[in-house]
């Protein structure tokens, strides 16, 4: 057997485009150190509208956005400034608490923004939750793996012999593969965990159909091939297991309930930083968050 699970993402309408929430589920809360695995897009907004998220904050967790189409400008309480752009990581480390905004550039809104990416939340590992927030962004010198009908781009850790220059807290492979008709690559087994998302196109893995936008999590220890046929576009993710649980409330991940009370009532009584050049606006603490702690 190939695949141990598929999972549905949850489907969130924000009117001009979808975000697709793979991660956390109520089945799986973690791939790797993935704890969260969002995929938005693609949709051209309309003339003039672009993404607006305000400033929010993160603790022990790092976030990764990659972008297939358009560009968003991250902005955060170190003083950061990185327009992201396809083939760019930005990597955000959280550990003792960020903040951050993520909006649409003023040139990207005249002709309606592109929105079309993803974003994952990876967990800090036992004893580096709290380390020091950092940022980088990394727009060139990602390996990139090439034949007449694949080419893989490794976002984080190492696949196929090369490592990417992205820090990495715990073992994790991350990775975008684009197929050409009758393209194939193997999937090693190296990782602890691991899960493909077919983003466009069509896909197999070992012979079994991926789902659009499904979250597909692999059998460990098992060498695999994947393929297409037509063409398609294949996230591949994951990394070592955590021991230790995590939970998650709003933006906030910890391996401690008790962590992310205090950061909850730290965000109320406005104890984060602000980020510098976006401080007029914040997201507040909702009442009932979207992204949720299964039991």
Known sequence: MTILETITPVTHDLGDFKVRRALPARTRTMVGPFIFVDQFGPARLAAGEGMDVRPHP????????????????????????????????????????????????????????????????????????????????????????????????????????????????????????????????????????????LVCGEATIDGDALPLYGLVVLQPGVHMMLRSERGGRVMLMGGEAFATRRYVHWNFVSSSRDRIEQAKEDWRAGRFPVVPGDEEEFIPLPDKPKTVSYP
């Open 58 to 197: 993160h603790i022990n967790l790092a976030t990764v956005t990659w972008l297939f189409d358009g560009a968003i400008d991250h902005r955060d309480s170190l003083g950061s400034f990185s327009t992201i752009r396809p083939g760019q990581v930005n990597l955000m480390t959280a550990g003792s608490g960020i903040v951050h905004s993520e909006r649409s550039p003023a040139s990207e809104r005249d002709g309606g923004a592109a929105m079309y990416g993803m974003q994952t939340w990876l967990a800090l590992p036992d004893g580096r939750e709290e380390i020091a927030p950092a940022f980088e962004a990394i727009a060139a010198g990602l390996p990139v793996i090439e034949d007449t009908a694949f080419t893989a781009r490794i976002i984080m850790g190492e696949l196929w012999g090369v490592r990417a220059p992205t820090t990495t807290y715990a073992h994790t492979i991350y990775a975008e593969i684009e197929l050409a008709t009758g393209g194939a690559i193997p999937i090693n087994a190296e990782a602890d965990e691991r899960a493909l998302m």
